[in-house]
């Protein structure tokens, strides 16, 4: 397991390269000398998976040892010298070599292939061999596009058998879909027999694949990796708070990989949430403010808002899926405007399977325990949202207050609502979606998605973590946040000066006391564990986090 | 021709060898009755005593492998007997199982009362269709007369013992590969550290995986003393080894000689001289995973692990598989056929040995079929130079050992046909064809 989870906090000292390093016991050599900044190249090796050892990568000279060992089998031990491409010639030439015995048989697609560009294969073949092939035989054929199940597409000639898939069905899902077919040369990923790769994280075997073997079914031949722009970034789908590394082109998602987050995710993502991730995007959108349907100037439809709520009992329906730093311009909003509204979390369980469980959260509420971190307060959020909904249905609510497309959970976007707010004249929706119910309100403000927005999340686990913007809103979108605040100003009260998501987090890391001594650059790597943070404390990594390897 | 000591095949000629009456008239048993009376650590440290070596291939001292399984485990320990047999050139268990299966089982009893196993297994290849017919027909009649089960021979010692046959992979001679096979799964060797069979083996259990024909010299040893068993043979190389002997020779067939024996005298003697008058080219004492001695080093060699690895690092004494070559054979159709061979039989887990199995295979082929290139020799040679010693089990060395000595030591051979092809001489050769059609 990863040196971050070591069983003991016994520390032993050896020496990488020359150089000495401390890390805990248990580490093995790679994470050793990643800790201090040494790349070890691996193919197989996985921190949260067993250790396979097939892919003989790593190989590292260790003092005493007659022959080459691989690191990722290698636990440090008190003493130990070891060195590593960077300084014996023996490990160089034992690492291009294995490149050589890779490549053999690996065809040299890479001009059609996804995996170009981000592919571990010609990342350690320009580092570690860049040297012609002195291969003339004919290579071995394989199965080029075989459905693994309806998500992942295998191609067995660019395969090289590190197993990871395998394991990953075996250990994690604990499914057993995959398996290695026949010997030698003629090793083939396979599908067990009358089974399909249908698991709810089959597409994780696509992210731990290091090269171009196994592909998203619907993202394959999509676009090449450099004409996309990569974020990092979180999940808004669950409470999990999955890391993610989002890849869009044109405003479209074509590649959701997962990031490496040991606390979090590992490296593992739900299909729901890779495959799912463009429904936060509406196909119609609102692109300019309306008032009662109508095209309208903003000033008309700030000041038609602020008669609606100004006046009488206000319901708020708040997205789960907004950011901390929303939620705490809500609360200073309700307190100077509107102390009696009645705000609620548009909460809603869902039943899960065993096998769901291991990482999805049975809600839709990204940032669930951001809202209550920001909103003290009741905790009972999915009965006072069905019944501030039935309120809604039945027409007896009063003014309404939609923040965010998900102030309506997915399955209460009906006809119904729908219906209901159009009768109801009080209305203002902060929302994204052309199609959405609270589109027929009476004021509806256009707003960013939950890929728009930069800022804050919590997650389940009290891990607060930033999300990074996944594509830019259209021009007259704004965020919730933002909207409240120039309402807010309506009203006589000024509630922020920040013009950028990212002034706005900083704005409200430095006046949460809460978070004291917090700044992005901390949180953004692998977030901050609130249950153990002390206000004022500047958390120490000490380790470097592995960086996602495919 | 040498006096020998017959210690396993002393009886084999006897037609009733293989049944349990025929096997106890020639006293049979009598030495388990005596050794279920001793200690185990006494009989563990008689088989230290008589310098056994593992007769499987590695030759790695026995008893010293019986004191790692840890003492007061609560796990099982088990004893697998490996009758795999699968190094080509290697047909000595063979007798034994057929022959005299009642000693390998008695051999079996001793080590497993020795390290407290309750269980045992004979994985036995599965070509080996009669022995196994013969070993489990042995197993019968213990089980009909007490010998197996509960508390043996009266005593309250229990063993359990079954057989398995292998599916015919040649990896699962290996001991981990073995186990994995036993359990089921795809035989695949597994990572060495951090376990090794005596901690963590079968089911996760101390196991303890000797050679069928290292079991059944236990008998032997137990009855006359480990003392008696170190006076045969050389100081390191210990007791009477079996050959099983093939190739261009006028007498093959197995042999059971004492270590020490030069190899010369064992093949002009025993073995009856090269067939047909012709001269020696080469010997290939330990099976096809070590390199081949040449005429001048057989000379100079003797029968016993020292001699031999003494003479070239990459040669063994192994399994006794000894194949012998006359100065008519062509060293490229015999390195062809270990090449297809080893290209065949790589489990194909780690990199190097799947693909630089392979990678050897085509070249030698296609210098055999007279299509080589200048540079084909060098190629061969820093292939093997880097699948040694990089692969998870000992089946790298194995592959690149044999085929690198015929390239070392035999380059004639293959520059001749090599430059046939570069002079435009080529001669239309059809090399034997070992040719496999792809498994799927």
């Keep these: ?550 | 021709m040498g006096q020998h000591r017959q210690i396993l095949l002393k009886n084999v000629h006897c037609t009733d060898q293989h049944t349990i009456a025929g096997y106890e008239s020639r006293g049979g048993y009598s030495v388990i009755r005596k050794v279920l009376n001793m200690e185990p650590a006494k009989v563990t440290e008689e088989v230290i005593k008589s310098g056994l070596r593992g007769r499987g291939g590695a030759g790695f001292p026995t008893g010293k492998k019986w004191t790692f399984i840890p003492k007061g485990t609560d796990k099982p320990v088990y004893l697998v007997n490996n009758a795999d047999e699968s190094e080509p050139g290697t047909f000595k268990d063979r007798v034994l199982l057929e022959r005299d299966p009642h000693l390998c089982i008695e051999g079996m009893m001793i080590c497993a009362f020795a390290v407290g196993a309750r269980f045992a297994c004979i994985y036995i290849r599965g070509e080996y269709a009669y022995p196994y017919q013969r070993v489990r027909q042995a197993i019968r009649e213990c089980y009909a007369k007490d010998y197996l089960g509960k508390n043996i021979f009266g005593s309250n010692v229990s063993l359990d013992l079954v057989i398995h046959r292998g599916a015919g992979a040649y990896i699962c001679g290996e001991e981990t590969a073995l186990l994995e096979s036993l359990e089921g799964k795809k035989g695949q060797p597994r990572l060495k550290p951090p376990f090794f069979p005596a901690i963590r083996g079968l089911y996760d259990s101390p196991t303890v995986v000797n050679n069928t024909e290292t079991l059944a010299a236990l008998v032997w040893i137990l009855e006359n003393g480990g003392e008696a068993y170190a006076q045969i043979g050389t100081a390191k190389s210990t007791g009477t080894k079996l050959f099983s002997v093939s190739g261009h020779v006028n007498k093959p067939g197995v042999y059971e000689v004492e270590m020490g024996y030069p190899m010369m005298q064992f093949l002009e003697e025993e073995c009856g001289g090269i067939r047909e008058g012709r001269k020696l080219k080469g010997v290939m004492p330990g099976g096809s995973s070590f390199a081949i001695l040449t005429a001048e080093e057989v000379a100079k060699a003797t029968l016993d692990y020292e001699s031999i690895s003494g003479l070239d690092r990459t040669a063994h004494l192994g399994s006794g598989g000894f194949m012998v070559v006359d100065d008519h054979t062509d060293i490229v159709e015999v390195a062809l056929n270990f090449a297809h061979f080893y290209a065949h039989e790589s489990c194909g887990q780690c990199t190097p040995c799947r693909e630089g199995g392979h990678w050897v295979q085509k070249i030698i082929q296609r210098i055999a079929r007279g299509e080589g290139l200048a540079g084909d020799i060098e190629l061969i040679d820093s292939i093997c130079s880097q699948v040694q010693g990089h692969t998870i089990c000992a089946f790298g060395e194995a592959l690149s050992w044999p085929a690198q000595a015929f390239i070392r030591k035999f380059p004639a051979d293959f520059k001749a046909r090599i430059r046939e092809a570069m002079e435009g001489r080529v001669q239309h050769r059809v090399p034997l064809n070992y040719e496999f059609q792809a498994a799927h």
């Design chain 1, 1 to 550: 397991m990863s040196a971050q989870n070591g069983n003991s906090q016994e520390l032993v000292t050896l020496s990488i390269d020359g150089k000495e390093v401390r890390v805990p016991k248990g580490t093995n050599v790679i994470e050793a000398a990643r800790s201090i900044g040494v790349e070890i190249p691996y193919y197989c090796y996985h921190p949260h998976l067993s250790v396979a050892g097939n892919c003989r990568m790593c190989q590292v000279k260790v003092e005493g040892q007659p022959k080459l060992q691989i690191g990722c089998n290698t636990p440090v031990a008190e003493g130990m010298k070891v060195l590593t491409s960077h300084t014996s010639a023996e490990v160089s030439d034992a690492q291009a070599a294995t490149l050589e015995f890779i490549l053999i048989n690996h065809p040299l697609d890479c001009t059609v292939c996804d995996q170009a560009g981000h592919c571990k294969l010609q990342d350690y073949h320009y580092e570690y061999n860049a040297r012609p092939s002195r291969f003339l035989e004919e290579k071995v054929h394989k199965v080029k596009a075989e459905p693994l199940g309806p998500t992942v597409m295998l191609d067995g000639e660019r395969c090289v058998l590190c197993t990871r898939c395998v394991r990953f069905c075996d250990e994690v899902t604990k499914t057993s879909e995959l398996g290695v077919l026949n010997r030698g040369d003629r090793s083939v990923i396979a599908i067990n027999e009358g089974r399909e790769l249908n698991n709810p994280f089959s597409g994780t075997v696509v992210d731990l694949c290091p090269v171009g073997a196994l592909t998203h079914r619907q993202w394959r031949f999509n676009t090449r990796i450099w004409f996309t722009q990569e974020t990092e970034s979180i999940c808004p789908g669950c409470s999990t708070g999955c890391n993610v590394k989002v890849a869009v082109r044109d405003g479209e998602v074509v590649q959701v990989k997962a990031r490496l987050n040991s606390d979090v995710n590992k490296e593992w993502l739900c299909d729901e949430g890779r495959y799912g991730f463009g429904r936060f995007i509406p196909k119609e959108r609102v692109l300019t403010a309306t008032v009662e349907g109508r095209e309208a100037p903003l000033s008309d439809a700030l000041l038609r808002a602020k008669q609606i709520l100004g006046e009488g009992p206000l319901t708020i329906f708040v997205s789960p899926a907004l950011r901390v730093e929303d939620y705490a311009i809500l609360k200073k909003f309700v307190d100077g405007v509107k102390s009696e509204a009645e705000v609620v979390l548009a909460y809603r369980e869902r039943s899960l399977s065993a096998l769901e469980q291991i990482l999805i959260a049975p809600d839709y509420a990204a940032n669930l325990r951001g809202f209550e971190f920001a909103l003290p307060g009741s905790r009972d959020h999915q009965a006072r949202y069905t019944a501030a909904l039935q309120k809604l249905a039945s027409g007896s609510a009063q003014s309404v207050l939609f923040l965010g497309d998900l102030a309506l959970s997915w399955q209460d976007q009906s006809l119904d609502i729908a219906q209901a707010i159009t009768k109801n004249h009080r209305t203002v929706a902060m929302i994204s979606d052309h199609a959405h119910p609270a589109a027929r309100s009476t004021v509806v403000l256009p707003t960013t998605t939950p890929l728009e927005q930069a800022g804050l999340l919590i997650n389940r686990a009290q891990r607060l973590q930033y999300a990074e913007k996944v594509m830019a809103p259209p021009s007259a979108a704004q965020t919730t946040g933002k909207w409240l605040t120039q309402l807010a100003q309506r009203f006589g009260l000024k509630l922020s000066a920040a013009v950028s998501d990212r002034d706005l987090s900083i704005e409200y890391l430095g006046s949460e006391p809460r978070l004291l001594g917090l700044r992005i650059a901390a949180i953004k790597p692998k977030g901050i564990d609130l249950t153990s943070f002390k206000p004022g404390e500047v958390p120490s990594h000490t380790l470097v986090e592995a960086t996602s390897l495919a």
